[in-house]
């Protein structure tokens, strides 16, 4: 281990193993790529399941996010206003009080 390396960790006893993996062995490399391959897998059956769905539902997906839509729209707005404002209200309580906050 390198002395760069044992003055950063603050327990050096916590990464001093050896161990038989190596970075990147279940990669996969189609077209060039360096793909993890379980999440790349799960991450595009999730997507491509989902997108079939959609398409095979036209009807209930345009009901179901015709009804999202305006209501987050309409629930976070007010949520958002506050997180929005609690933001400038924190920086002048900060840079105004004796105190601080």
């Not at 038989?20 to 997507?47: A, K």
Request: charged letters at 20%; one cysteine or more.
């Amino acid at each position: 281990m390198s002395e760069t390396k044992k003055m950063l960790d603050p327990d050096p006893r916590v990464w001093d193993f050896e161990t038989e993996y190596e970075l990147g062995q279940d990669n996969i490399r189609p077209f060039g790529l360096d793909i993890h391959n379980p999440v790349f897998v799960i991450s595009s059956v999730v997507i491509a399941g989902f997108v079939l769905i959609a398409l095979a539902n036209q009807e209930a997906t345009a009901s179901f996010f015709g009804w999202l839509r305006p209501w987050l729209t309409s629930t976070l707005t007010g949520s958002s206003s506050c997180r929005w404002m609690r933001s400038p209200c924190f920086v002048w309580r900060l840079s105004f009080c004796p105190s601080g906050p």
